[in-house]
């Protein structure tokens, strides 16, 4: 039995320290979460209501009442106290802040 001959191949690339010491792009100024978004406006003194924050984050009503619910209440362990104002909005704010 006889070797066959290999194919001649081209020269070997050797990924290295050079390969791995790139530098990555910059990264752009921290964004602000959707999650972060909302409790800046539970945290206003007037608080917000469903409207509000479904203009600030783009979510369904029912999405913004689950976040509140199973997020900020259960999650974060934030109590969020709901009002009916006197224009019949219902709005939301954190209990540590309204007295």
């Known amino acids: 039995m006889t070797k066959k001959p290999t194919k001649p191949t081209g020269p070997r690339i050797v990924r290295g320290k050079a390969a791995k010491t790139r530098k990555a792009a910059p990264t752009p100024a921290k964004q602000t979460s959707k999650q972060d978004q ?3 406006l539970l ?3 007037q608080g917000a209501s469903i409207e509000e924050i479904v203009a600030a ?8 009442r689950g ?3 199973g997020a900020v209440k259960k999650r974060l362990g934030i109590e969020v ?11 939301y ?3 540590a802040l309204k007295s």
């Not at 009002?83 to 019949?88: A, L």
């Open 93 to 95: 704010h954190v209990a």
């Open 81 to 91: 106290v709901s009002e009916k104002g006197e224009d019949g909005v219902r709005r």
């Open 67 to 69: 976040f509140m619910s």
């Open 38 to 40: 909302v409790l800046v």
């Open 57 to 64: 984050t783009d979510w369904q009503p029912h999405s913004v």
């Open 43 to 45: 945290r206003r003194q």
